[in-house]
């Protein structure tokens, strides 16, 4: 059984919070010894903390985890290893960037998600105290910091730098 559409929604979410998270690990190891590492290894420690946000989110309201959810997020993490290296194309910088856009995109997912959550937090009391508006700024901030890296990246990967 599919199970109430909020139920849904957060394993939704669930599910791409560890690809997320997965992935800016995978770019603070790339990157590390870089001013990029520097940014990363904030970033990738507030993911983390994002994700166990979502995870104390949805037990508040008492939502079981869809474990074929979770297992399609590892999947999606260990397939981008690849190509987000470069191996598959020989060309880490082009690599670097698209990991970086995919995680831009991904943190504005989280955003819409923590936006929503709070449109609906008064017909759910168990979220009462649940500090929605910090997460969304914090979201916003690693979009912006992601952009500029993610600009910088695409400068070197697409030949204008």
């Not at 507030?46 to 297992?71: C, F, G, S, W, Y």
């Not at 959550?117 to 009391?125: I, L, Q, R």
Request: proline residues 3%.
């Amino acid at each position: 059984m599919a199970g109430k559409p909020i139920d849904v929604y957060l394993n939704d979410h669930l599910g791409g919070s560890m690809l997320g998270s997965d992935l800016a690990k995978q770019i603070r190891d790339q990157a590390e010894g870089t001013p990029l590492g520097q940014v990363m290894s904030r970033i990738a420690t507030e993911i983390e903390d994002d994700h166990e946000a979502l995870t104390e989110l949805m037990d508040r309201l008492d939502v079981a985890r869809n474990p074929v959810k979770q297992v399609t997020g590892w999947m999606a993490e260990k397939v981008s290893r690849v190509k987000f290296s470069g191996v598959s194309s020989g060309e880490p910088d082009h690599g670097m960037f698209m990991a970086l856009e995919t995680l831009r995109l991904g943190v504005a997912g989280k955003k819409c998600l923590w936006l929503a959550m709070a449109a609906v937090s008064e017909g759910h009391p168990e979220l009462s105290g649940f500090d929605l508006d910090r997460l969304v700024q914090r979201a916003s901030d690693q979009e912006r910091t992601l952009e500029e890296e993610r600009m910088k990246a695409g400068a070197v990967a697409l030949g204008g730098a």
